[in-house]
């Protein structure tokens, strides 16, 4: 398939009837459709490795070969060949040359305007993506230089693009630092954030390139729906707005011109970790959902009941099954309340909640209380996730056990999930370090291929193995002697942490040890870029949760460089491999020196909760607990678990797409036809 077959126009029956968007219709694949593309999508990253590197490399020839006549042009002579180049590219069918000479458009402007020239395998992974395809660059090869260029090209064709990544800060530093680039080429730019009115969002979305994060970009598109409410067709909303209609209005406030063209950056993370959960635009309650008593009677009635013989718990789903004996307990417990403890289901759910709640919510952990209020901790990247609550009163609950004041309860508005809304663009791409081991989800839901991009500089990157201990306090001793080893040596050290509280309490002994940790976490998050910067400065010890896996370089000080690089240390195996895989890619980066390596221990939450009681028991009872478990034991148990926990949230974001389905059909909204 060449990128011209690709980037063809649309055909009318692919997109989506009733809409004012220009989006791709939704589509639906059989269980039997799914598996073959699932295996498809698995084995397509081996098996056209060799033939599409061939096609991408005479690709990228032709972009080299116009180097030399672009690099002679004045600024202004660039402009009017970009000026040029749009005109045909909208007038005319794409083919490879075209594509190719913006790309090497893209390519001098970067370098005259922000000092960066694409190295070759960034062309490759530019090209990878204008074939639709999700490019795996390892961590540090530049993926946002990389987007300029698929970026500037499917703008100069007239299709608006947006470029989708993690947090604010990230969209604002990739707008700011790119911007000059895109205007001499005689594009704009524009960027969403948080807090951002409505009005600077039209303005935003009206650039050429808009640079945004997947959840503001969401909402905002449900936003629309909803303000379009049941009449949102093309057909009519060009009748209203040649009548003059009170509708006419209603479709200028629109904030989006469409879904034309994605680049979804960290795409595992967007398209996979944070598909497990619907999006959800919620609305002000009615005063009864709201009663503070309500929580704080559900709280008391919860730790009423008996673990084992009222309620099992579920470890590995994170669910609360009440028995039997506990439904009658509820019953008995309840006798003579009114309101929604009079009605059966309404009261086990209510409990079932707070029992979650009780159980399985940690402060510190799943969330923060900052400024008298409970705060998400984003469990992939440890940041905050402000204005966001659990629903159907979880969040309540946790707000009266933490003796927080009670937040309005609200109501669902709409509601989508990733997986719906990213197949709507009619042009899909990513880029992301770690995306080989979801390939086949990728290919299976998204329709996307992965692409394995090789590095710019050979990898110097070194694994200095696996230590498991029998306690945690043995853990973090090895953690602290192995900061200590390092940074006697004058290199700098990143130790990751799953939790805000594990952060604290590694720092509190780095400190006892007589060294100086800097902490990074949902607290500091505010400072995450300078913090994560400066970490590459000799004898610096950096103790970070997951957000220190993305987004910012580490740049190594020359002592740094030349004593051995930066030296990971992972303390908690994550749910996913790929999470990990990005902790250790911090090191070694751009052919720099590095070394990595996981102390972790037997009672870990993801031991505990995957492996088995069985299991553990076996593994305890061969290993005494002040010694080390032997290395085939640890990997043999790392692997069960890890499979276990993966394969368990593939089940939860099926479930999650599939009540979706059925919400769009018993509701006819948020993205049904």
């Known amino acids: 398939m060449t990128v011209a ?12 009837a009733g809409t004012p968007y220009v989006e791709r219709a939704d589509h639906r694949e059989n ?40 690099t002679g042009l004045r600024d202004e002579q660039l402009r009017q060949t970009a000026d040029e180049l749009r005109g045909r590219l909208l007038s005319t069918s794409f083919d490879t040359d075209q594509i190719g000479s913006a790309f090497a458009l893209a390519r001098e402007a970067a370098r005259r305007h922000v000092g960066m020239r694409h190295f070759r395998v ?53 707008a700011e630092q790119f911007r000059s680039a895109y205007n001499a080429l005689g594009l704009t730019v524009g960027v969403i954030e948080h807090g951002q009115e409505a009005q600077d969002r039209q303005r935003a979305y009206a650039c050429d390139v808009t640079y945004c994060t997947n959840k503001e970009l969401v909402f905002d598109y449900l936003r629309d729906r909803l303000a379009l409410g049941a009449r949102r067709g093309r057909a009519r909303l060009l009748v209203d707005e040649l009548c003059k209609t009170s509708l006419a209005g209603q479709s200028q406030r629109l904030l989006l ?21 619907p999006l959800i635009l919620s609305g002000m309650p009615g005063e009864a959902e709201n009663d503070a008593g309500l929580y704080e009677t559900a709280l008391d009635f919860a730790r009423r009941l008996v673990p084992g013989e009222d309620f099992h718990v579920l470890a590995d789903r994170k669910a609360i099954r009440l ?40 402060r510190d952990v799943q969330y923060i209380i900052a400024d008298g209020k409970v705060q998400i901790v984003d469990e992939y990247t440890g940041r905050v996730m402000p204005d966001r609550s659990w629903e159907r009163g979880l969040h309540q609950l946790i707000e009266a056990k933490e003796n927080c004041a009670i937040t309005e309860r609200r109501h669902t508005l709409a509601r989508t999930t990733y997986q719906r809304f990213f197949r709507r663009y009619l042009h899909l791409c990513g880029m992301t370090g770690t995306a080989i081991e979801t390939a086949g989800e990728l290919r299976a839901v998204y329709g996307l291929r992965v692409v394995r991009i090789p590095t710019n500089r050979p990898l110097r990157r070194t694994n200095l193995g696996t230590r498991i201990f029998g306690t945690a306090a043995l853990k973090w001793n090895a953690v602290v002697g192995s900061a200590n080893a390092a940074t006697r040596q004058g290199r700098a050290v990143l130790i990751g942490t799953r939790s805000v509280h594990a952060s604290e309490h590694v720092g509190e002994l780095l400190l006892k040890a007589g060294l100086q940790p800097v902490i990074l976490n949902a607290r500091q998050d505010r400072q995450e870029a300078e913090i ?18 993305r987004g910012t370089d580490i740049q190594l000080h020359p002592d740094v460089r030349d004593a051995g690089g930066l030296h990971v240390v992972l303390t908690e195996y994550h749910e996913s491999r790929r999470i990990d895989r990005q902790l250790f890619g911090r090191a070694g980066r751009q052919g720099d020196p590095g070394s990595y390596e996981s102390i972790v221990a037997l009672d870990d939450e993801l031991f505990q909760r995957f492996a088995g009681k069985r299991l553990m ?12 478990v032997p290395p085939v034991i640890g990997r043999a148990l790392k692997g069960y678990s890890q499979s276990g926990a993966e394969r368990l949230h593939g089940r939860v974001r099926r479930m999650t797409l599939a009540e979706d389905d059925r919400w769009n059909k018993s509701l006819g909204f948020a993205g049904a036809e």
Request: proline share 3%; glycine share 10%.
């Open 5 to 16: 077959h690709r980037l063809r126009p649309i055909a009318p029956t692919l997109l989506s």
């Open 31 to 70: 269980k039997l459709d799914t598996l073959l593309l699932n295996a498809w999508g698995r084995a397509s990253p081996h098996l056209l490795s060799g033939l599409e590197r061939k096609q991408l490399e005479r690709f990228v020839q032709r972009v080299e070969d116009q180097e030399n006549r672009l």
């Open 122 to 174: 960034q062309l490759l992974g530019g090209a990878a993506m204008m074939r639709g395809t999700l490019a795996e660059m390892q961590t540090g090869e530049g993926k946002s230089l990389t987007a300029l260029l698929p970026a500037v090209s499917a703008a100069l064709m007239g299709r608006p693009v947006h470029i989708i990544t993690v947090n604010d800060y990230l969209a604002r530093r990739d």
């Open 257 to 277: 011109r469409g879904l034309h063209f994605a680049i979804v950056d960290e795409a595992d993370s967007v398209l996979i970790d944070e598909a497990r959960t």
């Open 323 to 362: 028995t039997a004996h506990g439904e009658g307990r509820m019953a008995e417990l309840t006798v003579g309340l009114q309101g929604l403890w009079a009605i059966r289901r309404a009261r086990e759910e209510l409990v079932q909640q707070a029992l979650s709640a009780l159980h399985f919510f940690r």
């Open 532 to 549: 994560v910067a400066g970490a590459g400065q000799p004898g610096r010890v950096t103790v970070a949760t997951n957000m220190a896996g």
């Open 617 to 628: 028991r076996i593994v305890t009872n061969g290993v005494r607990l002040t010694k080390k």
